[in-house]
């Protein structure tokens, strides 16, 4: 399985961005996937995840009510919709699967994006 992140640019705080993950390989539509996100001289960390099917997702806390992820498997794609950005969002997220559901654990996640840039300017 391959993963390409796009989406990432500037905006402005307070503003949204779509970003899209998009998939090759058979294996997708089975895999539960997670975002993830790095900034400089830092680990990466969690953001959220969604299920195989796309019927459940969870997030990192201090995330919760401002990034929703969703999926389209016909598509081979994962989405995540940020909305209501701060500059501390700035970093560069990368989509990587298949995680254990319920896990925030960047371990053990045999396929990686190359990642896209997100920054939120002040």
């Known amino acids: 399985v391959q993963l390409q992140a796009s989406g990432g640019g500037l905006v402005q705080a307070g503003g949204s961005l779509r970003l899209s993950c998009a998939a090759s390989?058979?294996?997708?539509?089975?895999?539960?996937m997670g975002w993830f996100r790095q900034t400089p001289g830092k680990e990466r960390e969690f953001v959220g995840a969604?299920?195989?099917?796309?019927?459940?997702?969870y997030y990192a806390d201090s995330l919760k009510g401002r990034f929703t992820i969703s999926r389209d498997n016909a598509k081979n794609t994962v989405y995540l919709q940020m909305n209501s950005l701060k500059p501390e969002d700035t970093a560069v997220y990368y989509c990587?699967?298949?995680?254990?559901?319920?896990?925030?654990?960047?371990?053990?996640?045999?396929?990686w994006g190359k990642g896209t840039l997100v920054t939120v300017s002040s």
């Open positions: 990587a699967g298949p995680v254990r559901f319920g896990s925030s654990s960047t371990g053990g996640i045999d396929y």
């Open positions: 390989g058979r294996s997708f539509s089975s895999y539960h």
């Open positions: 969604i299920n195989w099917s796309g019927a459940s997702a």
